[in-house]
T-cell receptor, first 115, second 115 residues
Framework: AQTVTQSQPEMSVQEAETVTLSCTYD???????LFWYKQPPSRQMILVIR??????QNATENRFSVNFQKAAKSFSLKISDSQLGDAAMYFC????????????FGSGTQLTVLP | GAGVSQSPRYKVAKRGQDVALRCDPI?????LFWYQQALGQGPEFLTY????????KSGLPSDRFFAERPEGSVSTLKIQRTQQEDSAVYLC?????????????FGPGTRLLVL
């Protein structure tokens, strides 16, 4: 079974600064997808960024980028130019290709953005 | 609709009562998922539908939990004889494809409190 670990329960960042959220995972499979989801206090989970394991290039979405290290099974999220609206719980998640379609989530990192 | 909707948003039940939670996926989305999110934790998979077929129910915690999607669109998660440990947020997600690795779009969740 696969596992996802987020070792930082809480992080804070000054507005306009950069912050990196850590995520490690474990799976014996070679074909999988990784995600970062954001969950604001309203609780609607929103996709931030997605990475296919077979792609070596790190995914980027505007101010959000990932550092995907497949050999190390690491998938960190970098938020540049942090904004107050970035404050939320961030979840790292993994899904295997093939028949298993369930997302496996980490325990989350609560990000606070300080004005 | 524009997004995944869930109802009710909040539900208070007395221990032993039956509850029914509804999910309306994004129109045209083939796959539908239910997750359970305990306070301060990441979501955990409950069950998965492809159209009206329930292909995976390995995450359902007991036989008191039952899910259906009879016409391949709206889904209902039913919990019989609720227990205090059932208190959680129940999230529904949908995705458009059959491959299982398409992005899952989440609803706002139903917060269930069992007294």
């Amino acid at each position: 079974a696969q596992t996802v670990t987020q070792s930082q329960p809480e992080m804070s960042v000054q507005e306009a600064e950069t912050v990196t959220l850590s995520c490690t995972y474990d799976t014996s499979e070679s074909d999988y997808y990784l995600f970062w989801y954001k969950q604001p206090p309203s609780r609607q989970m929103i996709l931030v960024i997605r990475q296919e394991a077979y792609k070596q290039q790190n995914a980027t979405e505007n101010r959000f980028s990932v550092n995907f290290q497949k050999a190390a099974k690491s998938f960190s999220l970098k938020i540049s130019d942090s904004q107050l609206g970035d404050a939320a719980m961030y979840f790292c998640a993994l899904i295997l290709s093939g028949s298993a379609r369930q997302l496996t989530f980490g325990s989350g990192t609560q990000l606070t953005v300080l004005p | 609709g524009a997004g995944v909707s869930q109802s009710p948003r909040y539900k208070v039940a007395k221990r032993g009562q039956d509850v029914a939670l509804r999910c309306d996926p994004i129109s045209g989305h083939v796959s539908l998922f239910w997750y359970q999110q305990a306070l301060g934790q990441g979501p955990e998979f409950l069950t998965y539908f492809q159209n009206e077929a329930q292909l995976d129910k390995s995450g359902l915690p007991s036989d008191r939990f039952f899910a259906e999607r009879p016409e391949g669109s709206v889904s209902t998660l039913k919990i019989q004889r609720t227990q205090q440990e059932d208190s959680a947020v129940y999230l529904c997600a949908s995705s458009w494809g059959l491959a299982g690795v398409e992005t899952q779009y989440f609803g706002p969740g139903t917060r269930l409190l069992v007294l």
